[in-house]
């Protein structure tokens, strides 16, 4: 059974960082993608960052390029979502979710398996 968990989620201020992790059971990561996406209330999801685990390739949503950081731990399963220079327009339900394909304009696609989730919430 395919289980991704979040964690890492809080509040915090603006200007502050924040660090998701997405564990993976029952998954291994190392021929797949993996993607963290948000959601805020009343709000379209948005694709944030994407990983292509093999070739290590990257993708960013202009909204947080240059501030976040998607990484992983392969010998954890394990994948990271470094964010800093935090904003309230920030604040979002965070979920990470695998894919089976790569598209370098969009990043992960065809997902097949989501966590629940880590609010992550960013005060003025």
């Known amino acids: 059974q395919v289980q991704l968990v979040e964690s890492g989620g809080g509040a915090v201020q603006d200007g502050g960082s924040l660090r998701l992790s997405c564990a993976a059971s029952g998954y291994t990561l190392g021929s797949k993608c993996m993607g963290w996406f948000r959601q805020a209330p009343g709000k379209e999801r948005e694709g944030v960052a994407s990983?292509?685990?093999?070739?290590?390739?990257?993708y960013y949503a202009a909204s947080v390029k240059g501030r976040f950081t998607i990484s992983q731990d392969s010998a954890k399963n394990t994948v990271y979502l470094q964010m800093g220079s935090l904003s309230p327009e920030d604040t979002a339900m965070y979920y990470c979710?695998?894919?089976?394909?790569?598209?370098?304009?969009?990043?992960?696609?065809?997902?097949?398996?989501w966590g629940q989730g880590t609010q992550v919430t960013v005060s003025s």
């Open positions: 979710a695998a894919g089976s394909q790569w598209s370098f304009r969009t990043g992960c696609q065809s997902l097949n398996y």
């Open positions: 990983l292509y685990m093999v070739g290590g390739f990257t």
